[in-house]
């Protein structure tokens, strides 16, 4: 067979073939593949969630824009880690395979006007990305994709698991200035807003913050002046 005739026969093979079973290794396979796909569905149904309450909360017999810009935040977070780790799976060799989205049914109570069950409700949406992260761990660990393991723990596993403590301490904050209605959860709310919807208590909630306190605690180990032999 000449040089030509082989250069046309692996053409023809390569023109045949899927190039998407080439970018995949072996690791990630159907069941890799489907898990990933849940969550990017999951994260979209989040999405949805939280821009309902965020809309819910500029309503003007709510008027709660703290609250809502920290549901915005939460909204836009959900939509940027599905496009995220849909982009992921196509870069390992898997489809886009959306599905349909359904409409929360979350409700702002407006009579009164109370944050305790939207919020917990938040909590339990949060709580439900956290498992389900895991679960996506436990698939990938199970079939050796030790690269999947490593992006989910690495970027999004950390960080779910301190907004479902920042969400777990606004529940518990709603609940107490909701037992007597009035200033408190105007305060409450004036503090979300004064911080861009992010939960000011957020960083005692992050234990890398503890290195930064150590470092803050032993600034002035080296200054041999405060040690007088």
């Not at 965020?54 to 836009?76: I, P």
């Amino acid at each position: 067979m000449s040089h030509t005739e082989d250069v046309q026969k692996a053409i023809k093979a390569h023109s045949d073939a899927n190039t998407d079973n080439y970018i995949k290794v072996d690791t990630f396979n159907d069941e890799v593949a489907e898990a990933v796909r849940g969550h990017i569905h999951l994260e979209w149904k989040s999405w949805f969630f939280f821009r309902k309450l965020s809309a819910d909360c500029a309503r003007a017999n709510v008027s709660l824009h703290g609250f809502g810009m920290l549901f915005k935040r939460a909204a836009t977070e959900c939509f940027a880690d599905g496009m995220w780790l849909e982009g992921y799976l196509v870069q390992r060799g898997g489809r886009s395979k959306p599905s349909d989205i359904p409409a929360p049914d979350v409700e702002w109570p407006d009579d009164p006007v109370d944050p305790v069950q939207p919020v917990y409700e938040a909590l339990q949406v949060e709580k439900c990305l956290l498992e389900d992260l895991q679960r996506l761990c436990a698939v990938a660990d199970k079939h050796g994709d030790y690269a999947l393991e490593d992006v989910i723990e690495t970027r999004f596993l950390k960080k779910e698991t301190k907004h479902v403590k920042d969400m777990g301490d606004l529940l518990q904050q709603s609940v107490r200035v909701s037992k007597q209605a009035g200033h408190g959860l105007y305060h409450l709310d004036k503090e979300l807003r004064e911080n861009k919807g992010v939960t000011p208590w957020g960083k005692a909630n992050n234990p890398d913050n503890t290195d930064y306190l150590l470092q803050a605690a032993t600034a002035d180990l080296s200054n041999t002046k405060l040690f007088p032999s």
